[in-house]
């Protein structure tokens, strides 16, 4: 199977449709935010016909009040996998959520978990706030917390209950690399300047597309209330700019500079694979490069 991952706006999609074609590939989507249903725009989840008629698997599977779990994730997309391998097409796993992709392509078990440890970290972060808790695990654990969104309480909470558990830090629970599926990993990638040109214009397009109305839309069914969809970039902004505590150009920043903090940590994430092989995103020889990797 294929991966194609990297950072936001690389031009991941725009790869994999073209490898789909070539490969007589199907992707399998490998971005967390892209599982929600209803959160189109914001997630630059291609439309059917920006798909060009290549399959695409695990989109829109949960409503936006679902916490994402990544072992739930990990048997969906491996049961994709399969169903496209038994076919004798090629998978193409495509994202930039570095857990997730990990979590599919590695022997990758989760740490268990404790309701009651759970519940009184999360009742501790409804009191305190996410700051507090974010601090505690920067001093426990320097690298889970540099890998983690300051304002991901989810992620922050789950991270102290691995320490608590195990006695050892998060990132020790992490297993080795040891693969669960033969691949070929790519990443996409572009230069800072230009991708941080992208990004912003990426956003003044979002916003220009109706971001503001599919928030209202998605607010009654739940956006304001989902622990984890509720963070995504672009939409807590949308949020506030709905509620009067941002204005347009400010909440728009606000996720340009977001998005940016974003793609730096998606970098130190992939660059520290070596098993990914590294191409350009604005080279004109972007698909034959990718597609000599595959042969």
């Given at each position: ?211 503001v109305d599919e928030v209202r839309r998605l607010l009654p069914l739940g956006l304001r209330d989902g622990r ?68």
């Open positions: 199977m294929v991966a194609v991952v990297g950072p936001t706006a690389a031009g991941k999609s725009a790869l994999s449709i073209a490898l789909a074609h070539e490969l007589d590939g199907e992707v399998v989507n490998a971005d967390s935010m892209q599982l929600y249903r209803g959160m189109d725009i914001g997630t630059a989840k291609l439309s059917v016909a920006e798909r060009e008629g290549v399959p695409h698997h695990l989109l829109d599977i949960w409503d936006v009040t679902e916490p994402a779990a990544v072992a739930e994730y990990q048997a969906l997309a491996r049961a994709a996998i399969d169903d496209i391998m038994a076919r004798g097409r090629v998978p193409l796993l495509v994202g930039g959520s570095g857990l997730y992709v990990r979590a599919v392509l590695e022997e990758f078990s989760f740490p268990g978990t404790d309701p009651a440890v759970r519940a009184r970290l999360e009742d501790e972060l409804a009191v305190v706030g996410i700051p507090p808790l974010y601090e505690r695990l920067r001093s426990l654990d320097p690298a889970a917390a540099a890998s983690i969104l300051p304002s991901n309480g989810r992620r922050i909470v789950r991270a102290l209950e691995v320490i608590e558990l195990t006695g050892q830090p998060f990132t020790a629970s992490l297993p080795s690399p040891v693969p669960y599926y033969p691949s070929v990993q790519i990443g996409v990638d572009r230069a800072v300047g230009e991708l941080d040109e992208r990004i912003a214009l990426r956003v003044d397009l979002m916003w220009r597309a109706g971001l984890t969809a509720s963070r995504a970039l672009g939409y807590q902004q949308a949020i506030a700019e709905i509620d009067g505590s941002m204005s347009t150009a400010e909440a728009k920043d606000d996720t340009v500079r977001g998005t940016r903090r974003f793609v730096r940590r998606q970098r130190s994430w992939f660059r520290r694979d070596p098993a990914i092989h590294w191409l350009d995103g604005a080279s004109d020889t972007l698909v034959a490069d990718a597609l000599a990797l595959t042969r």
